[in-house]
């Protein structure tokens, strides 16, 4: 019986050692970046640190309990950080508005030194460019100008006689027609009932036109410049914690066998025992049948 308990238990241990050997090779693709045991309240803490790709199911990083160097360890808990990363460029934006003139010093006040960023996940603050500024006239309008031209004269004759006033004069290059004239006299002094002198008040005057074209509205761009910056989770650590609990060991056996291998030989042994004693009763028990007249079982002999 001893040699068949060592059996079973070797058994028993190369049964759990094989298993052991399942839950590794399930986790082999996940390996940790590290490992730490550590005891915190005179309780063993294993802890194991990996590193995944954000889309990788976290819940394929728990283990089954298991054994290791003596205790057994079960899952306690799982922490998560996420590994940030920031993707930069140069980013530009021309942005245009309404002018109040053509004016560069009356358009600059239009835009505001910075202006924020936010496009396809990218975020940031753009600086104005000044020497970027423009503008442009939105529409034109033909505007039409007159310029009055008038030229006074006066003319003493001798009679106040219309026809002794010049019809037109020569002024500013032009011939200017006479559209007023006013009379005045001057007496004679020796006989005041004679007139002497009349005075002639003409004026002459024209105007002439010219056209222009006006804007109708002013529209100013600018281009703002700065580098922007878009942050995702590049990667994602997760630490896993495990606590152990010493395996218990039988007095007088050997430390590496453990009572959970104990148990399960005797449990193997149990079964072999019951085999036993149903296979001697198979072959060791003799049925006598005796039978009546009426051929009805009258007693059942065992030997």
Do not use: C
């Not at 298993?19 to 986790?27: A, F, N």
């Not at 990083?61 to 360890?73: A, H, I, K, M, V």
């Not at 003493?156 to 004069?169: C, F, G, I, K, M």
């Not at 002439?208 to 989770?233: F, L, N, P, Q």
Request: aromatic letters at 10%; glycine letters at 6%; charged letters at 20%.
């Amino acid at each position: 019986m001893p040699l068949l308990a060592a059996l079973f238990i070797g058994a028993a241990g190369a049964v759990q050692e094989s298993e052991q050997v399942l839950l590794d090779g399930d986790k082999a693709s996940f390996e940790p970046v590290s490992t730490e045991l550590v005891e915190i309240n005179g309780v063993p803490t294993l802890t194991k640190t990996f590193e995944l790709a954000p889309d990788i199911d976290p819940a394929l990083l728990r283990e089954e309990p298991f054994s290791q160097d003596g205790y057994w360890y079960r899952y306690q808990r799982m922490e998560k950080a996420d590994q940030e990363i920031t993707d930069k460029k140069q980013a530009e934006e021309t942005v245009t508005v309404d002018a109040p003139s053509g004016e560069l010093a009356d358009v600059i006040g239009q835009f505001p030194a910075t202006r924020p960023y936010s496009k396809d996940g990218y975020t940031g603050e753009l600086l104005l460019d000044v020497q970027s500024i423009q503008v442009e006239a939105t529409g034109y309008s033909t505007v039409t100008d007159g310029h009055p031209h008038t030229v006074t004269k006066t003319y003493e004759l001798a009679y106040n006689d219309r026809s002794l006033v010049p019809e037109t004069v020569q002024a500013d290059g032009l011939t200017l027609p006479l559209t007023g004239l006013s009379w005045s006299e001057t007496k004679n002094v020796e006989d005041s009932d004679v007139t002497a002198v009349w005075t002639a008040t003409a004026t002459y005057s024209k105007t002439t036109y010219t056209t222009r074209e006006v804007a109708d509205g002013y529209r100013a761009t600018a281009v703002y410049k700065g580098e922007v910056g878009k942050t995702s989770v590049g990667s994602v650590v997760y630490t896993v914690t495990y606590t152990g609990n010493k395996i218990p060991v039988l007095p007088g056996l050997d430390p590496d066998v453990t009572v959970s291998q104990v148990a399960i030989v005797t449990g193997l042994a149990a079964l072999f025992l019951l085999a036993a004693v149903l296979w001697y009763l198979r072959w060791h028990i003799v049925h006598i049948y005796v039978y009546n007249e009426e051929r009805r079982i009258h007693d059942v002999v065992s030997r």
